[in-house]
């Protein structure tokens, strides 16, 4: 014979599309505080269209309160807990100046080129001059520029 009924939840604040498992324990009435063995329970909710049950389940619908009541097999005790269901949080939309937005423009470090980021290009064509430097190619332009 069963003595009461608990409900137990992992969490009570739902969102949207979450599911949850089932779970309540039935108390007999010679040892308080023992599980009954074999006993059913039937759940319900007080309105499906905000959670439904599905076999061992509670899924979120939509946003609201509702009530999810746990009934003992013989009918003769019940628990009830009040869950509230809240929509998805919707992420903040990135705005332009932050890298991550698409087609961003990240911030130009003065000391590195525009064109990779890293300073690579710079270094590149000062290696270029000091070949050009040392071949002598810029000294004839100059000769020609006279």
Do not use: C
């Not at 309540?24 to 309105?47: C, H, M, P, Y």
């Not at 061992?56 to 628990?79: I, K, M, Q």
């Not at 525009?114 to 190619?137: C, E, F, K, Y």
């Amino acid at each position: 014979m069963v003595k009461g009924i608990q409900i137990n939840l992992e969490k009570k604040d739902l969102v949207v599309g979450d599911k949850i498992k089932l779970s309540a324990d039935l108390f007999e009435e010679e040892i308080a505080g023992e599980r009954a063995v074999g006993q059913k329970i039937t759940w319900t909710v007080s309105n499906p269209k905000v959670a439904s049950i599905e076999g061992e389940y509670l899924v979120a619908r939509e946003a609201g309160t509702v009530t999810l009541t746990a009934t003992s097999g013989d009918g003769r005790y019940t628990a009830t807990v009040d869950l509230q269901i809240m929509n998805k949080p919707v992420p903040p939309t990135p705005t332009p100046e932050e890298p991550s937005a698409p087609g961003a423009v990240k911030p130009v470090d003065k000391d590195k080129t525009p064109a990779t980021g890293d300073g690579s290009m710079a270094v590149s064509a000062m290696m270029l001059l000091v070949a050009a430097a040392a071949t002598g190619i810029g000294a004839a332009k100059r000769a020609k520029v006279k």
